[in-house]
C-alpha cells in the first residue's frame, strides 16, 4: 500500500503523558499536512510542511505541541503534558504541491483520560 | 479569512432518491472548493474538486457538484442513492491560483443516511 500511513492507530494515555504520532506521506509528495477532528466537527488544520520546513502553524498548535519533518520524508507529531481537550482524531495528509489534493491517513485517535 | 458553512448536520434519503448536500463559502479571493467522504473509521478520500475550469464537476461513485459564484455555493448532487453512500461529506475551500499554501478549510460536515 503506497498511500498516507499512521502510527500509532489508537493510542489511550493518562493527563499529563506525552505522546507521539508519527505520519508517513506518500513518498514524492513534499508537502505534509496535521489536522484535528473533534466529533462532530470538520477536520481543523494544525501545521504543514514543505519538504523539510515547517511554513504555517495554526493558533490551534499550543506550546505543549511540536511537530516535525527531519528529513522532508516522515513527519511526527509530539503533544507534551497531555490534557483532556487533546482527545481527537489526528490526521496526517500529503500532497504534491500547492492547492492539489490532499491525501490522508486512516488517522491517530488519542484519548486522553 | 475563508469559511465553508454546510446546512444540515445530518441528512436522510431513501434508497433511490435524490441526494443534495449544501455548502456555502466565504473567500476574499478565487477560491478552489472540494468535497471529501469520511467512512466511519477511514481517512478522508477526494470526491470532486473546482478549481476554476468547468463549473459543474464530475466526481466518482456518481457524485457532481456546480460552483456558482454568485450563491457562493458548491453543492453536492446525486441523481439515486445507494446504501453505500452513506458516510460523513466534508466540504472544504482553499485559496485558488495564487494563494498561499494550500491548505484546507473544512466545514463541520454533514452525515448522510441512506434508508432501504
Known amino acids: 500500500d503506497t498511500g498516507v500511513s499512521q502510527d500509532p492507530r489508537h493510542k489511550i494515555t493518562k493527563r499529563g503523558q506525552n505522546v507521539t504520532f508519527r505520519c508517513d506521506p506518500i513518498?514524492?509528495?513534499?508537502?505534509l499536512y496535521w489536522y484535528r477532528q473533534t466529533l462532530g466537527q470538520g477536520p481543523e488544520f494544525l501545521t504543514y510542511f514543505q519538504n523539510e520546513a515547517q511554513l504555517e502553524k495554526s493558533r490551534l498548535l499550543s506550546d505543549r505541541f511540536s511537530a516535525e519533518r527531519p528529513k522532508g520524508s516522515f513527519s511526527t507529531l509530539e503533544i507534551q503534558r497531555t490534557e483532556q481537550g487533546d482527545s481527537a482524531m489526528y490526521l496526517c495528509?500529503?500532497?504534491?504541491?500547492?492547492?492539489?489534493?490532499?491525501?490522508f491517513g486512516e488517522g491517530s485517535r488519542l484519548t486522553v483520560l | 479569512a475563508q469559511s465553508v458553512t454546510q446546512l444540515g448536520s445530518h441528512v436522510s434519503v431513501s434508497e433511490g432518491a435524490l441526494v443534495l448536500l449544501r455548502c456555502n463559502y466565504s473567500s476574499s479571493v478565487p477560491p478552489y472548493l472540494f468535497w471529501y467522504v469520511q467512512y466511519p473509521n477511514q481517512g478522508l478520500q477526494l470526491l470532486l474538486k473546482?478549481?476554476?475550469?468547468?463549473?459543474l464537476v464530475k466526481g466518482i461513485n456518481g457524485f457532481e457538484a456546480e460552483f456558482k459564484k454568485s450563491e457562493t455555493s458548491f453543492h453536492l448532487t446525486k441523481p439515486s442513492a445507494h446504501m453505500s453512500d452513506a458516510a460523513e461529506y466534508f466540504c472544504?475551500?482553499?485559496?485558488?491560483?495564487?494563494?498561499?499554501?494550500?491548505?484546507?478549510?473544512f466545514g463541520k460536515g454533514t452525515k448522510l443516511s441512506v434508508k432501504p
Open positions: 513518498s514524492e509528495h513534499n508537502r
Open positions: 472544504a475551500v482553499s485559496e485558488g491560483d495564487g494563494g498561499s499554501q494550500g491548505n484546507l478549510i
Open positions: 495528509a500529503s500532497s504534491l504541491g500547492p492547492v492539489t489534493e490532499l491525501f
Open positions: 473546482y478549481t476554476s475550469a468547468a463549473t
